[in-house]
């Protein structure tokens, strides 16, 4: 799994717009000393440390206790009228949504900066003030930062220093010329700018880990379900090794509906790869039968028994399943562990690709499963306790074609019946929901047909993984 996303962010004129509660300390200090300070040339460029800012306009031996004056007036007039940059809150948030960590480096007194983030609602793991330049790179250093985001040339010093992406922004009173002169990776106008570049930047970082991790493999044999997941993986294989050195693999059983067959060998057509399909007998297994929480390891187990040797036998290096950064995050996932038991190897995961950069980076390289909707297989629909059967698969596939048919107008994604025993659940999309009596009538009706005696739309709509919420 790759490393946790750490950013750094600078306060004063990156998150914080610090001008009007500067100047409102400013005035009441030269009150208290009897100096006029230029307050606006002042705070043009704010960033250095208070001292080099008073330097011009006190006696050098009246500077510390100027600057302590300072400190201790700041809480009283500069914090309530401070307000955060617009997109400030939201950078924070584009860091959390992809799981990372977020740490403020500033050269801000310590407290003060504490006050701002308090009454500003950041949401902030770390802060470290009173540090400057490339005085911050420690901080950085420490904390495992590998982007600092702010707003001043001293900034990108700091970055610079601790091998981090520097990523300026025009808040400041540093122009784009003066930011790219000292070194900066990327300007951006402000922080609105943000999620979306580290969007692009960690996809970027993560498909050439990808890419790196399947050249010094040599060779794979993909388990391929023909979902967005491992055709992606798939893609990405014949990418890195060329397709002589790439195989698919899918196991045919009851579990693997019908309609996912050909959509899945056609992709990979596409890809200059031919579709293995040897048969899987997960129904020989009695924990696979039995349905317990379980019955995932049972399935898995079965599908890389198969396909190892066959891996070997064509001399291929490694079996790789589609596993994605968020499977492995996700809790209980039986089947990831008889996976790992069996030496299969997870790039996507590896690489730290989650769901959503999977279907971002399909979509980019064109590929036809970029929004193809989650497609588990048929025995995820059956109640856990519930045994599967050949009987209780071909009911619940021949239900869903069913209501897939009367729905196909409604621009219907997402649709499980799940075998609730001797009655279904259907989820459809909650978009859709409550469906016209007329057309819920008729979808019941050919669930009933399917086999079911009873039947009854889900009021939640669709929920991937919904039979886990029973465990």
Known sequence: MADQLVVGFDLDMTLINTGPGFRDVLAVLGAELGVEFPAEEMTA????????????????????????????????????????????????AAVRRHGGRVVVVTGKYAPNAQLHLDHLAFDVDHLEGWVWGVGKADALRREGASIYVGDHVHDVEGALAADAISVSVLTGGCTREELLAAGTHVVLDDLADFPAWLDEHLLDLRLAALEADLRERGSVLVAYSGGADSAFLLAAAVRALGADNVAAATGYSHSLPMAE???????????????????????????????????????????????????????????????????????????????????????????????????????????????????????????????????????????????????????????????????????????????????????????????????????????????????
Not at 277 to 284: G, I, N, S
């Open 45 to 92: 460029k704010l960033g250095p440390p208070l001292d080099l800012l008073l330097e011009p306009y006190l006696p050098a031996e009246a500077i510390p206790a100027a600057g302590d004056r300072f400190r201790a007036l700041y809480p009283d007039h500069a914090i309530a009228g401070t307000p955060a940059f617009d997109g400030a809150h939201d950078a924070l």
């Open 261 to 471: 067959r050909d959509p899945a060998r056609e992709f990979a057509a596409s890809l200059g790869v031919d579709v293995l399909t040897p048969e899987t007998h997960e129904m020989e297994r009695e924990g696979y039968r039995a349905n317990a929480g379980d019955r995932c390891y049972f399935c898995k187990a079965e599908l890389l028994d198969v396909l190892t040797p066959i891996a070997a036998g064509r001399g291929l290096a490694h079996v790789a399943t589609g596993t994605n950064a968020d499977d492995v995050l996700a809790g209980f996932r039986p089947g990831i562990r008889a996976a790992a038991e069996r030496d299969a190897i997870t790039p996507l995961s590896d690489a730290g690709l989650t769901k959503e950069q999977v279907r971002a980076a399909s979509r980019r390289w064109g590929l036809p499963t970029w929004d193809k909707p989650a497609a588990a297989c048929l025995s995820s629909r059956i109640a856990y306790g519930v045994e599967v059967t050949p009987g209780r698969l071909g009911r619940v596939e021949q239900a869903e074609v069913a209501a897939r048919a009367v729905l196909a107008e409604a621009g219907l994604v997402d649709l499980r019946v799940r075998d609730l025993g001797d009655r279904a659940s259907v989820e459809v999309d909650a978009r859709l929901l409550p469906l016209d009596a007329a057309v819920e009538a008729d979808l019941l009706d050919g669930v009933r047909a399917a086999g079911f005696t009873e039947a009854a739309v889900d009021p939640r709509g669709f929920r991937s993984g919904s039979m886990n919420e029973a465990l």
